[in-house]
């Protein structure tokens, strides 16, 4: 079964940091591999995208603050927060679409074929 499998989620401070990490049979440097989030009552947001070029797209929420990487050898894709707000408070899914390798968008990754369980990221004043 390909799966996608999150970790690194939890509570924080505003302000702290917080590091995911998606590891998987579902991973691969071919695709467009992303994290989406979403809160209660709210639609899904693309977070931050990673294509089979290497070129990366952040929401302009958290651009500047969020980085998106990959190590290819270990099969994993990370999301690195820094200075949380609260407003990044969501369930956060790491995603992939496997039918697309360049040029993958935030809408794309927002609407994957692939996606893990998620994991929670609460942040408190």
């Known amino acids: 079964q390909v799966q996608l499998v999150e970790s690194g989620g939890g509570s924080v401070q505003a302000g702290g940091s917080l590091s995911l990490s998606c590891a998987g049979s579902?991973?691969?440097?071919?695709?467009?591999m992303g994290w989406f989030r979403q809160a209660p009552g709210k639609e899904r947001e693309g977070v931050a995208t990673?294509?089979?070029?290497?070129?990366?797209r952040y929401a302009d929420s958290v651009k500047g603050r969020f980085t998106i990487s990959r190590d290819n050898a270990k099969k994993t894709l990370y999301l690195q927060m820094n200075n949380l707000k609260l407003e990044d408070t969501a369930m956060y899914y790491c995603?992939?679409?496997?039918?697309?390798?360049?040029?993958?968008?935030?809408?794309?990754?927002?609407?994957?074929?692939?996606w893990g369980q998620g994991t929670q990221v609460t942040v408190s004043s």
């Open positions: 579902g991973y691969s440097s071919s695709y467009c």
């Open positions: 995603a992939a679409r496997t039918n697309i390798g360049r040029y993958c968008s935030l809408v794309d990754i927002s609407r994957p074929n692939l």
């Open positions: 990673l294509d089979s070029a290497g070129r990366t």
